[in-house]
């Protein structure tokens, strides 16, 4: 039974013309999916409808081929031909009885139009904001009536498409509108430029044609970042937002309020906290009458009460806590509070997007494969009888496959060697900016924990004798990686013997407490790429050592940009002293000297390096699968039928890598087996004699 304290977060709010059920509001996020997999973004969406969220809203829709952002992967409405892709969401969130919004976008200089080969559309000409070697021209009046016109159609098929929130989109500086608001962007001396009145003059149109155009039956919403984080440079709160908001304060008929750019919009746990942008956005409900949607990765019911008894926003908006879990609103209702996956703020699904592929979720490892695999994160069903599994590891691929079997209805035994839950989870949030991680165990175990079909064994480590002696038909072994202490890795595909006598930690080794008490010069040698080696450099400043971080790459952490992460990483390493050497590998070892040898040209220099932390691959702890693979003779003597390396101790990879293998494994599909494909529809529909979709240029 929900607590009557969350009650107001289930009250309707009526939005222009149409009215949602709840305060629930899964904002404008992007999937990966958008227009080359149609059917994966409806089954995502429409799950979200199903786990409650009142209001489900698509990525940015591209408006137009002059706003080609490819290869990434929006939706689109360019044309008639793209309404009945998006009709496939509409049709997904309103059987669930949810409203369905479009954000409407055109990219500006944000938009290389890499594919399409048109020229690019700005305020003024200058160049494009991505690396390509190409520059927009500046909007003349015929180009300014040819957008506006492009936007009313877009609109107008978005009605068609089915939804009952049209957006106009300023944000997250990708956007022609928000472009044409900047100073910095906007260097015009006509009535579209100059003055704040003529810089708002563009977006005050485009608003009021949305409106005559489908604002009789359809909602027309704002998407405004109320602050750059850019001090003066920038939009900020407090003033140049502020009078934006004032100026059209009851024109639309919601205001959907954020940060810009998506880094800011989109911090990472490492660097913010839940409800981190509640200082820029709390002024907007007091020069507006017109409801107030905002996001702060809020996954606390109490804390969603509070905005609205505040009166800080009328609607709670999610994106990453939609992905992490799409029935977050019942589980509110049902009071389920304990049930509810919390966003762990990693970002792995802001990376899916980044790459142009479908996204990830840490916690959630069914996102994205709702229409794919047929995977729905609440409901697992079981094939056929009761069986017995052996899980061999607590960590999170254990976790996740303990948990998969146990909801099916399987006899379940977890054996982990260690005395704690949680393997690399445990010992990674244990490290600066990762608490939040420990969600990843913490959810996993209290599912776990008092189930009947469930055996909990710590401090348990498992030979293959002892599997043998069991008997259990089904073992998963999810005995996780260890860090390499010799160096191999991207730079150095082969050991280097010169470090067999260096003093070498190892990730694990700092993790465990090995730096603790050690001072002096520690050289952090990072061939990862990712977050692990700038997170070790904190903990060995935090210790009062002098620190140089010496990568092969151009930058620090040059993948934590996926995740929107990198430059904050490496501010945070300058503010903190570190020493950052780019573009050197390890060439020597002696006497106290590191040598390092330039990527380039080979040119050596040396650093103190009283310790070394080398953070470059990882080993699968194998050992007792291959012992097991040498007895496979035996299993059939001894009952086994299949014995199973799950996650890191198959392929070491990151936390969500392991947590997807533990759920296929749990599934009974393992994450090696061939899902649907959209891609290859047509040529299956003409095989089989089935009808295909036609939307675009393609037929699905």
């Known amino acids: 039974m929900r607590d009557a304290r969350y009650d107001v977060l289930f009250e309707p709010v009526r939005i222009g013309p149409v009215t949602t059920r709840n305060r629930f509001y899964q904002v404008p996020h992007c999937t990966g999916m958008g227009h080359r997999y149609p059917r994966s973004e409806a089954a995502h969406r429409g799950l979200k409808a199903e786990g409650g969220w009142g209001v489900v809203c698509t990525q940015e829709a591209e408006i137009h081929a002059t706003s080609d952002i490819t290869p990434a992967n929006e ?64 909007m003349d009046k015929a180009d300014i009536r040819a957008f506006r016109q492009w936007h009313v159609q877009a609109a107008k098929r978005a009605k068609r498409a089915g939804f009952d929130i049209v957006y106009v989109y300023a944000g997250h500086d ?14 015009r001396s006509d009535e ?26 359809c909602a027309v919403a704002v998407r405004l970042a109320v602050d750059e984080l850019l001090g003066a440079e920038g939009l900020r709160h407090d003033v140049e937002a502020r009078d934006i908001i004032t100026a059209l304060a009851d024109e639309p008929d919601l205001w959907d309020v954020n940060l810009s750019d998506w880094s800011n919009d989109s911090q990472t746990s490492r660097f913010a906290k839940e409800g981190y942008q509640e200082d820029y956005t709390r002024f907007v409900k007091r020069v507006t009458r017109k409801p107030v949607v905002g996001v702060g990765r809020y ?11 505040q009166g800080h926003l009328d609607l709670i908006g999610g994106a990453r806590p939609s992905i992490a879990d799409p029935f977050l609103p019942k589980k509110i209702a049902e009071g389920r509070l304990e049930d509810i996956r919390e966003c762990i703020g990693c970002n792995i699904c802001v990376s899916g997007d980044n790459t142009c592929v479908p996204m990830r979720c840490t916690q959630n490892p069914t996102t994205s494969e709702e229409w794919r695999r047929g995977w729905h994160p609440e409901v697992i069903t079981r094939a056929g009888p009761v069986e017995q599994h052996l899980i061999v590891g607590g960590g999170p691929a254990g976790l996740e496959a303990a948990h998969v079997l146990a909801k099916a209805g399987h006899e379940v035994i977890v054996a982990e060697a260690r005395r704690a839950w949680g393997g690399r989870v445990s010992l990674e949030s244990r490290l600066p900016g990762l608490a939040e991680w420990a969600r990843v165990r913490d959810w996993r175990m209290g599912q776990l ?62 993790m465990g407490g090995a730096l603790a008490g050690r001072t ?10 990712f977050y692990m080696a700038s997170v070790l450099a904190e903990v060995a400043v935090a210790q009062g050592n002098r620190v140089s971080f010496v990568t092969p790459a151009a930058v620090v952490a040059p993948w934590a940009d996926h995740t929107l992460e990198q430059a904050r990483i490496q501010r945070r390493l300058m503010a903190l002293g570190v020493t950052i050497v780019p573009l050197h590998g390890l060439a020597g070892y002696g006497a106290g000297q590191l040598e390092l040898a330039c990527v380039y040209s080979g040119a050596r220099r040396f650093l103190a390096c009283d310790t070394l932390v080398s953070v470059t691959a990882r ?53 090696e087996a061939n899902p649907l494909r959209e891609d290859r529809m047509l040529a299956d529909e003409a095989q089989t004699g089935g009808s295909a979709l036609v939307f675009g240029a393609n037929a699905l």
Not at 82 to 99: K, W
Not at 174 to 187: A, D, G, P, S
Not at 299 to 309: C, F, G
């Open 520 to 529: 002096g010069d520690v050289v952090i040698f990072d061939d990862d790429r």
């Open 299 to 309: 996954t606390s019911p109490d804390s969603m009460v509070r905005l609205v008894r």
């Open 619 to 671: 080993r699968p702890n194998d050992g007792l699968f291959q012992a097991l693979a040498a007895r496979a003779g035996d299993w059939a003597d001894a009952g086994l039928a299949r014995v199973t390396p799950i996650g890191d101790c198959h392929a070491p990879g990151l936390i969500a890598a392991a947590v997807y293998a533990g759920h296929a494994y749990g599934r009974g599909g393992g994450a």
């Open 174 to 187: 990708m956007t022609l509108l928000q472009h044409f608001l900047l100073e910095r962007h906007n260097q």
């Open 192 to 217: 579209y430029g100059g003055s704040f009145e003529n810089r708002l003059r563009l977006f005050r149109e485009v608003l009021a044609d949305t409106r005559e155009a489908v604002g009789d039956s």
């Open 75 to 138: 939706a689109r409405l360019w044309d008639d031909k793209d309404i009945p892709a998006l009709q496939l969401m509409t049709e997904a969130v309103h059987a669930h009885g949810s409203l369905a919004a479009i954000q409407l976008a055109h990219n500006g200089l944000h938009a290389s139009n890499r594919y399409t080969r048109l020229t690019p559309l700005a305020p003024s000409a200058v160049v494009v904001d991505s690396d390509d070697p190409v520059q927009a021209r500046a």
């Open 449 to 510: 924990q008092g189930l009947a079909n469930v055996q909990l064994y710590l401090d348990s480590p498992l030979e293959a004798a002892d599997i043998l002696d069991y008997g259990i038909a089904h073992v998963a072994l999810a005995t996780g990686a260890s860090w390499r202490r010799d160096g191999a890795g991207r730079m150095h595909r082969k050991p280097l013997g010169f470090l067999a006598d260096a003093p070498v930690l190892t990730p694990d080794d700092v």
